[in-house]
């Protein structure tokens, strides 16, 4: 998933550059289900899976939220609950609930169900704020709904897991609210340090709740098996932390500030493909033909939908 700031004129070099970051973005964050799935089978609770990726992602982006602070508290304090707001839902809802979506869900499901946050984004923004979608737009949306029908597999009787599909749509939630806060750039809080922070407050509060008892934390030393091969406990928790997260955000971050929030996001789309891709590739899943048809519809109707909230900015912006 992509940071969204400020967009800007790209020039040839800059968005071939910005296109190769952000792809490799998509590519890494898509690999936390794959790796993650087999830990889940194998005994591991949601709650701990995640805690071990935030924290290591925490560890390694901290030190440089810091440096781009450059010494201004004042704007730290000043962001505060949003920088906790962005930990508790768009880091640490997100990512719990998708995990807990994958103990019932194969990988693909439940990544094309979490990438309709776009479109969620588009209603909020209509019923909080007034920003009326266009007709691309509700086109868009109408589309990528048709899509997570045949997802979701309704005409054959509702075949996927009802509770993994709640906890899917719960984690489109966190990914909503991922895209609405990380919008905002007119705080002065540098992305990295939103994104630091985030990590932080997003391990601290699962760390907490962990303590408490009310997120069991199951861990389990067996090695894993990916592709046929086994491979000790700690290698995917490592790759969680140092690839999902650390540097999938930090190279989301910088894909980001070259191409601007609306390619950027539409490169970020590719998560959903590589997701799939690394599942067929790690897990042997792969879904049916209707699941096939029903994820490309969900994509169609993001970009639709996206097309549609870029010229509805467009038409706003012309001078009366």
């Known amino acids: 998933m992509a940071t969204m700031t400020h967009d800007t004129p790209v020039v040839a070099p800059r968005a071939a550059t910005g296109i190769t970051v952000a792809l490799l973005s998509a590519v890494s964050f898509a690999l936390s289900g794959a790796l993650a799935s087999p830990l889940l089978d194998q005994g591991w609770s949601a709650g701990a899976v995640v805690l071990v990726r935030i924290g290591v992602g925490a560890i390694v982006v901290l030190p440089f939220g810091l440096v781009a602070l450059r010494g201004r508290w004042d704007v730290l304090w000043r962001n505060l609950p949003l920088v906790v707001m962005y930990g508790l839902l768009a880091v640490a809802g997100a990512q719990f609930c998708y995990f807990s ?48 029908l045949l997802v979701l597999d309704v005409f054959a009787g509702f075949g996927l897991h009802a509770g993994g599909v709640a906890w899917a749509l719960a984690a489109m939630i966190g990914a909503a609210a991922y895209f609405v806060i990380s919008a905002d750039d007119t705080t002065g809080l540098p992305p990295l340090t939103l994104a630091a922070g985030g990590l932080v407050v997003g391990g601290v509060a699962l760390g907490v709740l962990g303590l408490v008892g009310v997120l069991p934390m199951r861990a389990d030393r067996a090695s894993v098996s990916y592709g046929g091969a086994e491979v000790a406990w700690w290698v995917p928790l490592l790759l969680l932390g140092l690839v999902t997260a650390s540097f999938a955000y930090v190279a989301g971050i910088a894909a980001a500030r070259l191409l601007g929030s609306r390619l950027a996001s539409f490169v970020a789309l590719s998560e959903v493909v590589a997701g799939v891709l690394w599942a067929w ?12 048809i029903g994820g490309l519809l969900v994509l169609a109707g993001v970009v639709g939908v996206k097309l549609g909230e870029k010229s509805s900015v467009g038409v706003q912006q012309i001078p009366a």
């Open 101 to 148: 979506a994958v103990q019932h869900l194969e990988v693909g499901p439940a990544l094309l169900i979490e990438y309709t946050a776009p479109a969620a984004v588009v209603m909020w923004m209509w019923l909080r704020h007034g920003h009326r979608p266009g007709r691309v737009t509700l086109l868009g949306a109408a589309v990528a709904g048709l899509g997570l």
């Open 281 to 292: 590739a790690l897990l042997g899943e792969l879904p049916g033909v209707l699941q096939l």
